[in-house]
């Protein structure tokens, strides 16, 4: 079993990425669904057919779902919605704007991505491709589980409790709407199946993170920022996937420009993302659409490739906490102390060695610190980073 995620900043073809490797893992034999979990769907449109909120056969081997997101919705939020619905009603809310009120910002996403765990936990595939939401979303998803084990180990409980003592009085008093042990069993629920989302997705050996973009400056950046955080939620990346290279026989003063600006990002890119495997996609003479097109971006993305196989295994960007500072580790064997130079620009950190350069967007944690230390363990180059210090190497 693989699970394949693809995302990328809204307009970058990450859809058509992933509706390519979605046919060529078919092609190749492996049974194989392909997810949207975004929620303006435009996977149907890829493939140039008509997707539902069940998976359907698009072609041999392959399926494909635009998960109902009210569906799901009511799967793993409707006992916990309904009675927000009526705190909001109790507060004179009318009906219907309590219950859109309700619908908590990204749970529309969060139960799509859910749907993974189905999937998985069903068998039938062999290969599950997820075409996520652009990037931010994604991110603030994949950082639930996170918060959801903090909650269910510290909060919950006394939350549970509290209820349990104080909600008769304040029934007999205002007949204010407490949730009931329903409500908190629901709550259990989903806390539950993020865990299991969060075990099937930061499980390297079977699911693989790979990040689209398009060589343009604010796309990297935020495809870089994308990366330190996937790092910090201990999600592995294995691939990054360069799209809409125009090709060096297009001429004209028009697109020599163009493509020299490409050049430069493209550069960037390589800064940003080495050692992680970058695969260059032209930028096709017609519209991605229909399974003919698809296929041949799935060959000018993984010519005789494999799409299932995993790029890169080894976690370059690993971040540790420690009692009173944070370590953000970088693996760069077969270098010495010495040849190493470190520049920091706010949230940027700048490593040259020689004449190559790694450019990383530190996370908020990192971002309002200094790095108080640097030294080198077994090939990583290790940063400690602390509050009001002064820099020091080692």
Known sequence: M??????GKGGVGKTSVAAATALRCADL???TIVVSTDA???LADSFDVTIGNEPVEIAPRLHGQEIDVLHQMKKYWGTVQEWLTSVLAW????????DEASVLPGMDELASLLQIVLLHDSNAYDVIIVDCAPTGE???LLSLPEVAE???TRIFPIQRQTARVVGPLLRSIADIPVPDEQVFDSIKDLILQLDRMHELLTDQKKTSVRLVLNPEKMVVK???RTYTYLNLYGYATDLVISNRIIPTRVGDEYFNAWKGAQARYSQLVEEAFAPLPIFQVPLMDQEVVGAAMLRRMAEAIYGAQDPTQIFHSEQPQVIEKTEDAYLLKLRLPFITKDAVNLTRSGDELAISIGNFRRNIILPRVLAGRDVA???FENNWLVLTFANNTNTLAE
């Not at 507060?91 to 309590?98: F, M």
């Open 222 to 224: 935020e495809a870089q």
């Open 29 to 31: 034999g492996y049974r």
């Open 40 to 42: 303006a769907h435009s």
């Open 150 to 152: 903090w909650y269910l």
């Open 373 to 375: 230390r640097a030294k």
């Open 91 to 98: 507060r004179g809310l009318d009906e219907l704007l309590a």
């Open 2 to 7: 693989r699970i394949l995620l693809y995302t």
């Open 138 to 140: 994604t991110l603030r």
